[in-house]
């Protein structure tokens, strides 16, 4: 026999372990139990096909070493120190916490520019929005700003994103409004709710920073694309209505964010409706979208939409202030401080039952907060081509909003509209982020005051058509049409935010994304295989409808690893094609069924679980009379089948190379039993 | 060019759906991205590949339903429904409920005689062994042999194994013991426990009927087969240790179940030690181990260490009795009320704190206790070859729990050691318990008195024998031998009951079996390929170390669905190799790397998140001038890519029926443009 196209090359063989199942010491069998069918394997038959090669054994410590390296260290973190030594070792690490020092050797005047136009056009995005995330976050006004001077700073120092714009944002700012709001009321409370928003916002900066530490960034990795995507769209659609309130000049509105309520709140307080302010912010709205829309049809004008707001601040402020509107109900943000952030380290709740409750909020907000930071990142960085690591970007982000609970800022992260006006403004590094904390700063140094006269209607607007962005009608489309049941992923959080609460919304799409992961874990795909015609291949007879069936022989594929979450499922369902063959010969005859062959090829590898299964597979398939046999496995199954004791029960002669190889023995052997009997019946006649 | 290999014959084609990527339409391709290596892949190269043709597609619903199908009724439950019809479907219906309709009828003599002698060899060894476990509970002795005579008849109506026997177990008892005490001190308030006992058994109930019902079935698998043995193996030796109360005469003993706190109290309490209880309780175990070892040498003899407790309780007793070694210290049972279990329906807590906390123990108890019947269930339906419904089991096993709960008994579930035994004594159906439940009964109603004078010690022996057989010393060594990280795995849980208390190891087993399954989902396998020489096939060149790589060209399999959960890291492992491979060139030089071949055969499905990472892995190769290519792609994932617009993104091209048509494709490729760049250089020369 050949032993050209054997699996395990003779080379591998003479460097790997020795041990390798030969035709030779099939004779030593001893205590393995005969084939059941009835007739043992001649070594004739045996000598047609190949044997299965054990590949090189690997130590205790080298599998655990790998995969702790696979697990933690994936993105090979530590790839820049290669080839350092000494010193210059300590000058590359501080290089890895402090990104910074790595581009700010190499910044030049170009950079500088780029980064000057782009940080001051995210400035002029940013500042009218903060004012108004920081009232979904029942804050006043100037939290917004402090949140988008201190954050951006610290990021500009430790994080490696070039792109990324740093501060609040909406869907962060209603989390928090809304959890915190349930814990302690902002109106009755004023003082302990801002401490209670600092104290989350310290445990947020912790459990992300603690994800980055303990290399554990791949958890954010468990919610689904289609469940964020319904999250975030049923958030923007939930913010827009809030801004009802503003934009129709409402007092008394409700606390609560579901559609039903807000729009019910709308439309039992029509008394309360202010036409002037209606005036305004509807044509302040208009003239939002309608810039957006200009902006989006010509990409040369982008700036327009991102100067807009600003734009529209200035002339409503104007406009309010020159015709004194403010006294016919229109609305104005009044009286905001001056000054830097204030200090407020020792506003956070360090003892008292406050701890815990600023702690769950911290979670809930810290972790979407990370899940957004950590996508723009990403998506910056492929269009980019550079490299992000993701734990150390959660460290960044973590370390920031420390920095941020200490110096009166709520949760910061990534804003996905202003990152991507500060990549199309030309950015190049993170300086764009320390050009637009400075034009925060000398706002909160001068030009607060200038924000008496702005009137709410107008923030309400900006607001409004900054979110409507988030809804991304497009990405849906695409899960629709790509995977139904992802759709009702997206669909479960999406309606779970709009008509129940943002709460029931997170936890529905964390929930769902949770059970795809188990189901999936748990139900991997088997496909029946048949032969394709004049041919020596088996493919799943679902796909191939004109695969024939081997007559005597079920041939199974298993396409998942197994381990315990699924070999009970993987031993059941093998159990089924072979009770659906039996019934199947019960309706209409043909040769009893003798053989299943397992088509190992897709697992990668196997637990003791498995092992486990597959033994009472064996036991079960014995008392019927059918011989279990094997193909196909990869070196990793092999080893364990075989030190798990698998290989010596079953036998080594059922382990066979192919599918085809396995069918030929079979054939053979079904072939001689047959005739064996015809001639125990032509000597009995 | 022939397409006899092609994927997809002609007559799945004629079939299924017409879409497929021809040579032809290559030139329609408008919009697709150019070929960054800029060289437009000329129309004869590609003819020299097959195309990939795309299954026959199927409907939302199709999807669906077999989604739901597979994932709750994969053992396809309802097959003994088919061929029915009208009435002849309810008594079908009706045995499903009630498997004892299916074999009453055909019951005989010769069952009837199995049965009968492995009902009471199972009684003989149930008896004195409730007796001790209730103790573990910290319940009344009565309670356990309750709980051997209700339940055991609920099951043989309804369930469908025909060897597992029912009753209280030690783990079980144990768990109950250690939760319930949390709650309420057995001491002070002996009502209250048991109402909360109670409380707790209908509650396991509830949970596991519902489980059953709901077929949620599958998650009992989330236990990983090491945790468990870890665990109960832990939880013997600790039970093992306690019973040095019982056998050394001990009183005042600690309630911590960690090892450290019991060997503590055996030491400190040095003078309690009872002589005479030392000596009687030493001499039955070893008797008691003595016999088990010696049926365990001769198979013919398992049914001494059957009947050994129950003797060694008989002569102890009248030993006892004719002593009145009571007198001297010995503790005896005592008292034992006479009567057939007492209704505690209204016992229960239905409303009130209590509810919760008999809730929370329930679930725990009744989880575990499921796990253990039905890893017992299959055992044996392996071993006789005969189909076992585990959802259907869930019901009866809790029904047979609600209906305990009613009747003082706590949580019974089966039992290893007597469905052991009640195997080995010839069983042949569920009326092996009912003869063990009427032989309980009589019992009850007659013999309980005659236990008064019953040496506690004697009791201790029998529950250390019978736990010793837990720890699984066999499955932990093949644990180790198969798979060194699952063995830590054990260890956890292991040393979590034996050092800390129950809770804390059943807490680590399951949390390290949940992150056994996360980590696997987000880290699949992935292996660098290469040639092997003189063939045509790519193989993992860590395995087979003589592989050689393609210049310019980097293979990489994937060798796992990609989910959400994982799609990020698949993303970065491939970027990892191409990093690894533009590293080495740097250093070696050679030919740039112009191409990535994935080769995606094990690949079974993808998911919008995986889409994602795909365009993000494109665009940012594309903006190193290295062009994607994919190849063997599954009909479902062609399909999946389809409708995600990835394939019109990546352009059909670059879409391969295999791994070396692909590298046939691209070298080429590279070799023109390297001509082209030498005539380019030549020109200018």
């Given at each position: ?10 080379d591998e063989t ?35 096909v ?37 010193k ?11 990104p ?31 004012l ?12 917004g ?12 120092l ?8 740093i ?134 004008f ?5 100067v ?7 002339v ?6 020159v ?26 709740y360090?003892?008292?039952p ?8 911290g ?83 001068f030009?607060?005051?200038l ?7 107008v ?25 139904k049941?992802d ?5 479960g ?6 008509f129940?609460s ?14 795809k ?13 048949g032969?394709?015609?004049g041919?020596?291949?088996y493919?799943?007879?679902k ?37 659906d ?9 043909g ?13 990668m ?5 498995a ?19 094997i ?5 990793k ?11 010596d ?18 054939s ?13 019946y032509?000597?009995k006649?």
């Open positions: 026999m050949s032993y050209g196209s054997r699996i395990g090359t003779e003479a460097q790997g372990r020795k041990l390798r199942f030969q035709s030779d010491d099939m004779s030593s069998r001893g205590a393995t139990p005969a084939p059941s069918i009835g007739t043992s394997m001649g070594s004739e038959v045996r000598q047609m190949h044997s299965v090669a054990l590949p090189p054994s690997s130590t205790f410590w080298a599998q655990m070493k790998e995969g702790i390296m696979e697990t933690f260290f994936a993105d090979d973190p530590f790839r820049q120190f290669r080839g350092y030594k000494g210059q070792r300590w000058f590359v690490g501080l290089m890895y916490i402090f910074i020092l790595d581009w700010l050797p190499k910044y030049d005047k170009r950079m500088l520019k780029g980064d000057l136009i782009a940080g001051l056009t995210t400035a002029s995005l940013a500042i009218p929005q903060d108004g995330y920081a009232k979904l976050a029942n804050m006043d006004p100037i939290h700003l402090y949140a988008s001077f201190v954050p951006p700073l610290i990021y500009a430790l994080g490696s994103s070039r792109d990324i714009t501060g609040p944002v909406a869907v962060i700012s209603i989390i928090m409004g809304q959890l915190l709001k349930n814990e302690i009321d902002p109106h009755e409370d004023r003082a302990g709710y801002l401490r209670l928003a600092f104290t989350a916002t310290f445990f947020a900066g912790v459990v992300q920073a603690s994800l980055g530490i303990l290399r554990l960034g791949f958890l954010v990795d468990f919610l689904s694309h289609a469940a964020i995507v319904g999250f975030m769209s049923g958030a923007a659609v939930t913010i827009a209505l809030q801004q009802l309130k503003g934009l129709l000049g409402i007092t008394k509105f409700t606390t609560s964010s579901d559609i039903v309520s807000v729009m019910r709140s709308v439309w039992t307080h029509t008394g309360e409706w202010n036409w002037p302010t209606i005036g305004l912010g509807f044509f302040f709205l208009i003239l939002l979208v309608a810039t957006r829309r200009f902006s989006q049809m010509r990409k040369r982008f700036w327009c939409s991102a807009a707001p600003l734009g529209c601040v200035i409503s402020t104007l406009f309010v202030f015709t004194r509107l403010d006294r016919k109900g229109i609305k104005v943000i009044g009286y905001i401080e001056k000054g830097v952030n204030p200090a407020s380290f020792s506003d956070i360090w003892t008292g406050l701890v815990a409750r600023g702690f769950k909020v979670v809930v907000s810290g972790l979407v907060a990370l899940t957004e930071a950590v996508a723009i990142g990403r998506t910056f960085a492929a269009l980019k081509a550079y490299h992000i690591d993701g734990n150390k970007e959660m460290i960044a982000i973590g370390t920031m909003n420390i920095a941020g609970s200490w110096t009166s800022c709520y949760v910061a992260t990534g804003s996905f509209s202003r990152s991507a006006v500060n990549y199309q403004s030309g950015c190049f590094t993170a300086m764009s982020n320390v050009v637009m904390a400075i034009a925060v700063l000398f706002t909160l140094l030009l607060t005051p924000f008496h006269y702005t009137p709410e209607c923030l309400a607007a900006i607001i409004m058509n900054a979110v409507v962005g988030l809804v991304d009608l497009r990405a849906m489309y695409l899960v629709w049409k790509t995977d049941i759709f009702l992923v997206l669909a959080a999406l309606f779970g935010v709009m129940v943002i709460e029931i919304g997170l936890l529905v799409a964390v929930i769902i994304s949770f059970s992961i188990l189901i999936h874990v748990t139900r991997p795909h088997t496909a029946l295989l032969n394709i015609p041919t020596s291949m493919h799943d007879i796909q191939y409808p004109l695969a024939s069936n081997e007559p005597g022989i079920v041939i199974v594929r298993i396409d998942a690893a197994i381990y315990f979450s699924n070999s009970n499922y993987v031993r059941e369902r093998i159990l089924r094609y072979v009770n063959a039996e019934d199947e010969l019960a309706v209409n005859g040769i009893p069924l003798q053989f299943v062959i397992l088509e190992m090829a897709p697992v590898s196997i637990d003791t679980a092992i486990h299964a597959f033994e009472e597979l064996n036991t079960n398939l014995q008392a019927r009379g059918i011989q279990l046999t193909s196909n496995t990869v070196g199954v092999i080893t364990t089948f075989k030190d798990g004791g698998f290989v029960l079953l036998g080594q002669e059922w382990f066979f190379l192919s599918v085809s190889e396995g069918v030929q023995v079979c053979i052997l079904i072939k001689r039993k047959q005739q064996a009997m015809k001639e125990n032509a000597d006649v």
